[in-house]
């Protein structure tokens, strides 16, 4: 009973490269959560998704973010063009309903930009 | 818009000792709080969901209360042990969807 999975566990990128993050939701969950946390600062919504459809990102960065759920494979947070500021830990969460559930959260992705 | 407070922002105890970390909130209109715990490196592990229709929950050696019309909630640590020293992070729900606003924490250590 695999929990979310998130790969890779670190990451590091360039500036201007682009970055790749990817997340399996746990068994049977249908909606994903992508949160971001900054060095000395709390989590922040970034996304929610349900299969192939994006269904809240006001969390989302304007330019170079975009996110992906398909209907086959993991969700993907997708960064352009990568800057020194985008270096977080980025964490996906999971969860079976919308409303009033827990979220199971994953290990992380670490993005550093060098 | 939503923010969430917590307080002690750290917090050194030795081991046995009952803890109380605080968790304040500014929109009483919440759906859910949780309670999760972070260690270094590591992702979040879900402590405790508390519903907007409950007083507390309970865990173990955990207990999480809710008073939702004052905006707090509290979580209660008993016989503190070393292996609970991580960050405490408060989270609510307020809209649909199970979008959750964090509170930047609290870092325990219970030391031997």
């Known amino acids: 009973n695999a929990g979310v999975m998130q790969n890779p566990r670190h990451l590091v990128r360039r500036r201007g490269q682009e970055a790749r993050l990817r997340c399996s939701p746990m068994?049977?969950?249908?909606?994903v959560y992508w949160y971001r946390q900054l060095p000395e600062e709390g989590l922040k919504f970034m996304v929610y998704l349900q299969k192939e459809n994006i269904i809240d990102e006001s969390g989302m960065p304007k330019e170079r973010f975009s996110a992906e759920f398909p209907k086959e494979g993991p969700s993907i947070l997708r960064i352009q063009q990568v800057v020194r500021g985008d270096s977080a830990a980025y964490f996906c969460a999971s969860a079976g309903r919308a409303t009033n559930e827990k979220l199971f959260f994953g290990s992380g992705t670490q993005l550093s930009v060098l | 818009k939503q923010e969430v407070t917590q307080i002690p922002a750290a917090l050194s105890v030795p081991e046995g000792e009952n803890l109380v970390l605080n968790c304040s909130f500014t929109d009483s209109a919440i759906y859910n709080l949780q309670w999760f715990r972070q260690d270094p490196g590591k992702g979040l592990t879900s402590l405790l969901l508390i519903q907007s229709s409950q007083r507390e929950q309970t865990s173990g050696r955990l207990n999480a209360s809710l008073d939702k019309s004052s905006g707090r909630s509290t979580l209660y640590i008993a016989a503190s042990q070393p292996g609970d020293s991580a960050t405490y992070l408060c989270a609510v729900n307020t809209g649909t969807a199970s979008k959750l606003t964090f509170g930047t924490g609290t870092r325990l250590q219970v030391t031997l």
């Open positions: 068994k049977g969950h249908s909606h």
